[in-house]
């Protein structure tokens, strides 16, 4: 191989000056020169084929030109120059060279490298996952901690008001049986407050007691006592724990027995030797006469005597205690 480059190093350059004087003579005597142009075209074109071989250089544009003309020639010199120009644009500088091809082993760093990235991510992740579960338990036994003191405290408040409840009930009884008339198993207390009878009936009940039910007529002459003392010189309607609201005519306490005494007003009767009126009297008819409409009753305080009335009037109202 290197004897091949020092034959071309020795042979071209003597080549290359021989095809120039023979150009260079073949355009100073074309006109005699012919066949010895002919022939040293052939010489010539013979030597290039041997070199080309010798160099292993690919096959020459001589051939291509079998004809031999100087257009021919001139075509195969500016298709060299070309060549030679384009051999040297080709030529890689070292300032542009391209960057190396990676290699699997790059290939396969590079990817170790992405994952242990991914990796480190994943485990920052878990780390923070778990930071944020044991904050969820801890805020989890919190909630239920405050919903154990929650439900204690409204145990607790329930069973003071249910001991308020008591301690009121105790109260308005014993305030009745102090303040107001104590009969037998029972103690009577007149209220001054205007309410219907059912928000008259509730209060008695939060007190520990319920509306008067005189149970026979030694019960109803001893509250008749008591009203009169305690409204005189007024007669104020009173209310009783006694209604029709369930069937017309069925009279009950409010603790749902059926009453069996009755004191009903009964109109004023004419006196002796005067004549009887049909047309009852105005101002106090007989008792009960209000039907549907009038289904409560309350007791007169000057005679005790009983009335219907709307179970929506305001009336005072007497509370009964049990002793």
Request: hydrophobic residues 35%; contains cysteine.
């Amino acid at each position: 191989m290197q004897a091949a480059w020092l034959l071309g190093a020795l042979v071209v350059p003597q080549l290359l000056g021989f095809g120039h004087g023979a150009r260079g003579a073949e355009r100073e005597w074309e006109g005699g020169w012919g066949g010895a142009q002919e022939e040293e075209r052939e010489r010539e074109a013979l030597m290039l084929k041997h070199l080309q071989e010798a160099l292993g250089l690919p096959a020459g544009r001589g051939d291509e030109n079998p004809a031999g003309t100087v257009e021919g020639k001139e075509d195969w010199e500016m298709e060299e120059d070309q060549g030679e120009e384009e051999e040297e644009e080709a030529m890689p500088t070292p300032s542009s060279s391209p960057s190396p091809s990676p290699t699997p082993e790059d290939i396969v760093t590079y990817i170790l490298g992405r994952l242990a990235g991914l990796d480190a991510g994943l485990h920052q992740l878990h780390v923070r996952l778990h930071a944020l579960d044991t904050r969820v338990v801890e805020l989890t036994q919190g909630l239920r901690q405050l919903r154990n003191a929650a439900g204690d405290t409204r145990d607790a408040v329930q069973a003071l008001q249910e001991a308020q409840g008591r301690a009121e009930r105790e109260h308005g009884r014993l305030e009745g049986c102090l303040k107001g008339l104590r009969l037998g198993h029972k103690c009577f207390l007149l209220s001054r407050d205007f309410e219907t009878q059912a928000a008259a009936q509730a209060r008695c009940t939060a007190r520990g007691g319920s509306l008067a039910q005189p149970a026979d007529r030694q019960q109803m002459e001893a509250l008749t006592r008591y009203m009169r003392a305690a409204l005189a010189p007024y007669n104020w309607p009173v209310w009783l724990g006694v209604h029709d609201r369930r069937a017309e005519g069925l009279y009950l306490f409010e603790n749902g027995q059926r009453v069996s005494f009755f004191a009903w007003h009964r109109a004023p009767r004419p006196e002796l030797g005067a004549q009887p009126s049909a047309s009852p009297h105005p101002l106090s008819p007989d008792q009960p006469n209000g039907g549907t409409l009038e289904n409560c009753v309350a007791q007169a305080s000057d005679d005790g005597s009983w009335w219907d009335h709307d179970c929506q009037r305001r009336l005072y109202y007497v509370c009964e205690f049990p002793f």
